[in-house]
């Protein structure tokens, strides 16, 4: 499998189609940049697994890479497995939340002074590269007004109940 290209959209990239570069097993995410204003998502990111507690840590830590560092994650409970409250990420403990009146498919995380709020599309993982690329670039397409659910809604995934962008009970 190959993964999505992890890059910071400009202002003027106009979503130029280019092979995926990034070595097997790196973050699979791609953020606008830089912030200007308030988008209905700020990006995306594509998780291996439903399992947060393993995969938030690469992801905090290639936000810290980009200068980002949160300190809160909100997530819907219904669409990872069972997660901690606490994640020890290097020198410091970001605390998790869930709730389910958030969108199952968006990831919210907070405490960055810079940036504020800092809201993704969280991509399922059995997702196939094609609608991985589609929804990578809806999300960070400045245009863009969709709610995560709806902008997932189009993509021709198996296992997905259309009607509420999560697993198929």
Not at 28 to 46: F, K, Q
Not at 70 to 81: C, E, I, K, L, Y
Not at 112 to 127: C, I, K
Request: proline share 9%.
């Amino acid at each position: 499998m190959t993964t999505i290209r992890v890059t910071r959209r400009s202002s003027g990239d106009a979503g130029d189609a280019q092979a995926p570069t990034v070595r097997p097993g790196a973050v699979r995410l791609e953020l606008i940049d830089p912030v200007s204003a308030r988008t209905t998502l700020d990006g995306a990111w594509w998780p291996r697994t439903r399992d947060l507690n393993a995969e938030l840590a690469p992801l905090l830590e290639e936000l810290g890479r980009r200068g980002i560092r949160a300190t809160r994650v909100a997530f819907n409970p219904d669409s990872w497995a069972a997660a901690p409250r606490r994640l020890r990420v290097g020198d410091r403990t970001v605390r998790l939340g869930w709730f389910r009146h958030l969108d199952p498919q968006l990831l919210n995380l907070t405490g960055d002074l810079r940036r504020g709020r800092l809201d993704l599309l969280v991509v399922p993982p059995d997702t196939s590269e094609a609608d991985a690329q589609r929804a990578f670039a809806a999300a960070t397409d400045r245009a863009n007004g969709d709610e995560p659910t709806v902008l997932l809604s189009g993509l021709d995934r198996p296992g997905l109940d259309p009607d509420r962008g999560q697993p198929a009970p």
